[in-house]
């Protein structure tokens, strides 16, 4: 695609032989065609603007490409002494725009950092580089005999560093914890230039968690150059249990049941009606019950046995029959692989928002957007599953797709079903987002998730960034002066509050 703005080529000159000196010309990339490269990440809506040749953001002034901590405390420390901005890279497979740059920005592409550094089996942690792949990561760690237990569907195209930016959640999260539970210790750069290390320890009382405001920071208050996780040994047992529910009510509450019961399983997977439909063709079960649900349970044989009764005791008081396990195991061959593309391609506007709330929420709060979305776009589709469950509550992962129409006319539509949608969770005293983070697409509504919380982040912000030089104008925090306007095509009538 064309770039649509350009900065000045001087610019990039200059910018190029200045990062050359600090970590070698070959790791600086300064023209336009590897810039275009680096303008958007997987945001849908920066997919839909693409169809028309226009791009959400601009191009970043420069990409460098570190090679180790001190190589990114140098580019830091320069960016400082010029005033330019940056922002943290890492294999662009965010889906809310927290790469897309605004004006000027210098991209710091993290891939090169990409080693495990320790594998301490005693403690069962992993200390890796940021910059890793997540394929490699775990392929390396199950060929030593674990696994990290963070297994997004976006494993094979993203980092550790974007997993623990973003405060991702894998797909086993519901027995391994969401990233904020895995990472333990982390090294990062800070906009002065200065390192911080959290040193991996298991729990402490010595004031609030510095661990936990820079997971999830999404490049913002910090670069991320190191991590230290969890590992678990590779599972010695695995039962797959998959049910036809009644009823989606049936199914949720069998959910909630397993994890306040305490049990710690692998996969917890409920589709509602309209995504069992699509997954369990010719199997009679379905018929008199249309919502199903797998459940995975792994670990010690004798307790993967005890837990796999006590799920089938629950699930044979809520009327649920057991099925063949063929619906899964499609999933398991397929689950690195998004769908997407395909909607794309042929011309839908195809979009997915995840959002948490609590169990005694989701009903209504699934049933209050359905309505709404079938009322203002009633050939919308709209869907929902639940694969990402607590004891206290669950993330609702939605799907939402408009069939090809004019491009003037989808977009408004779009952003008034994530109006909907968004605007509903906070009614239903949800979350607005459980593991895709914030990025730019978010920003309108973090000041409603946040409250009173989103002015002491804003007051972080200023007092650690002072300059504004990391991620600017992203996790509703302020764009740098002259930044280009994100949202100058959303529906005019967007309310923030919905
Ligand atoms: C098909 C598909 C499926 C997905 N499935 C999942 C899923 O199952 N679970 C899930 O959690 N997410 C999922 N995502 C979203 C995305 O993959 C995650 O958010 C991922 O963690 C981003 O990693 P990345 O390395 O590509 O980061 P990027 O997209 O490169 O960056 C994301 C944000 O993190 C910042 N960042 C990146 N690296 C660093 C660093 N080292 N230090 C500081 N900030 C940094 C960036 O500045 C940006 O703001 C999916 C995306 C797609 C396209």
């Given at each position: 695609m064309a770039p649509q703005r350009e900065n000045s080529p001087l610019t990039q000159n200059d910018l190029g032989t200045a990062f050359g000196a600090l970590i070698g010309s070959d790791h600086v990339l300064t023209d336009p065609d590897s810039r275009g490269r680096y303008a958007h990440d997987r945001l849908p809506y920066a997919n839909f603007r693409a169809r028309e040749g226009a791009l959400v953001g601009t191009l970043p002034d420069v990409v460098v490409r570190p090679g180790s901590t001190e190589d990114v405390v140098a580019i830091v420390r320069k960016a400082a002494a010029d005033d330019r901005p940056l922002i943290p890279y890492g294999r662009g497979s965010g889906?809310?725009?927290?790469?897309?740059?605004?004006?000027?920005?210098?991209?710091?592409?993290?891939?090169?950092?990409?080693?495990?550094?320790d594998l301490d089996r005693e403690n069962n942690l992993v200390t890796v580089e940021a910059g890793m792949n997540g394929e490699d990561f775990e392929a390396a760690l199950n060929e030593a005999g674990y696994t990290s237990g963070h297994l997004p569907q976006s494993l094979t195209i993203s980092t550790v560093g974007g997993w623990a930016a973003c405060r991702g959640g894998g797909q086993e999260s519901s027995r391994f914890g969401k990233i904020e539970n895995i990472v333990v210790g982390l090294e990062a750069v800070?906009?002065?230039?200065?390192?911080?290390?959290?040193?991996?320890?298991?729990?402490?009382?010595?004031?609030?968690?510095?661990?936990?405001?820079?997971?999830?920071?999404?490049?913002?208050?910090?670069?991320?150059?190191?991590l230290t996780m969890r590992i678990w040994k590779l599972p010695e047992a695995e039962?797959?249990?998959?049910?036809?529910?009644?009823?989606?009510?049936?199914?949720?509450?069998l959910a909630r049941r397993?994890?306040?019961?305490?049990?710690?399983?692998?996969?917890?997977?409920i589709y509602d009606e309209k995504e069992t439909r699509g997954r369990v063709e010719g199997i009679a079960a379905f018929a008199a019950r249309p919502v199903m649900a797998n459940i995975v349970l792994c670990g010690e044989p004798g307790i993967v046995a005890a837990e796999a009764d006590l799920v089938r005791g629950f699930a044979a008081e809520l009327d649920a029959v057991e099925t063949e396990t063929a619906p899964f195991d499609d999933w398991r061959a397929h689950r690195y692989t998004s769908i997407t593309k395909q909607w794309l391609d042929k011309g839908y506007y195809n979009d997915t928002i995840e959002v948490t709330v609590n169990w005694s929420r989701v009903a209504s709060l699934y049933d209050t957007i359905a309505a709404r979305i079938a009322a203002v776009a009633p050939d919308a589709h709209f869907s929902a599953h639940w694969s990402h469950v607590y004891p206290e509550g669950v993330c609702q992962y939605m799907t939402i797709r408009l069939p090809p129409m004019e491009q003037d006319k989808a977009l408004p539509l779009h952003a008034e079903l994530w109006e909907i949608a968004t605007g509903e969770t906070l009614r239903h005293g949800g979350s607005i987002a459980h593991h895709h983070g914030s990025g730019l697409f978010r920003a309108p509504w973090m000041d409603a998730e946040h409250g009173e919380g989103m002015a002491v982040l804003r007051k972080i912000k200023a007092a650690l960034d002072p300059q504004n030089l990391f991620n600017?104008?992203?996790?509703?925090?302020?764009?740098?002066?002259?930044s280009i306007d994100p949202y100058r095509d959303r529906a005019p009538d967007a309310d923030q509050n919905g």
């Open positions: 889906v809310l725009g927290g790469i897309i740059p605004l004006g000027h920005e210098i991209m710091v592409d993290l891939r090169r950092m990409n080693r495990i550094l800070m906009p002065d230039g200065n390192i911080l290390t959290v040193r991996p320890l298991p729990k402490r009382a010595s004031g609030p968690s510095i661990l936990d405001l820079i997971v999830g920071n999404e490049g913002t208050l910090a670069i991320i150059t190191r039962t797959v249990i998959v049910l036809a529910l009644p009823d989606r009510g049936a199914a949720l509450s397993i994890m306040q019961a305490g049990l710690h399983p692998r996969i917890v997977r600017p104008g992203k996790l509703g925090f302020a764009p740098r002066p002259g």
